[in-house]
């Protein structure tokens, strides 16, 4: 198991910028696929992009893509979600989530480890 802390969210004006990280404990982060979910009350965690062990393959939902960039780095144990360009849908708790398979998941029940999570509101 990896333990993860995401930090960075906050309060932001629709159109603007916030960058949010994922920091990872132990020897194995490397190895594991990293993605980014979030949520609001009432509704089911949603997915909103995953970067393979190595970053070289990213994936994105559609309501997020040319807006997000999930990136990592793997020597800092560390795993990034810049976001350009918020709108007031973005409005929600965002988790960080680690995963054992090789093949990134769009699936919340496909990760294993999972961080506290951290509120991110985009005002209009």
């Known amino acids: 198991q990896v333990q993860l802390v995401e930090s960075g969210g906050g309060l932001v004006q629709a159109g603007g910028s916030l960058r949010l990280s994922c920091a990872g404990s132990?020897?194995?982060?490397?190895?594991?696929?990293m993605g980014w979910f979030r949520q609001t009350p009432g509704k089911e965690r949603e997915f909103v992009a995953a970067?393979?062990?190595?970053?070289?393959?990213?994936s994105y939902a559609d309501s997020v893509k040319g807006r997000l960039t999930i990136s990592r780095d793997n020597a800092k144990n560390t795993m990034y979600l810049q976001m350009n360009t918020l709108k007031p849908e973005d409005t929600a708790v965002y988790y960080c989530?680690?995963?054992?398979?090789?093949?990134?998941?769009?699936?919340?029940?496909?990760?294993?480890?999972w961080g506290q999570g951290t509120q991110v509101t985009v005002s209009s």
């Open positions: 132990g020897r194995t982060f490397s190895r594991y696929v």
């Open positions: 970067i393979s062990s190595s970053g070289g393959i990213r």
């Open positions: 989530a680690a995963d054992s398979a090789v093949v990134p998941s769009t699936r919340p029940s496909a990760y294993d480890c």
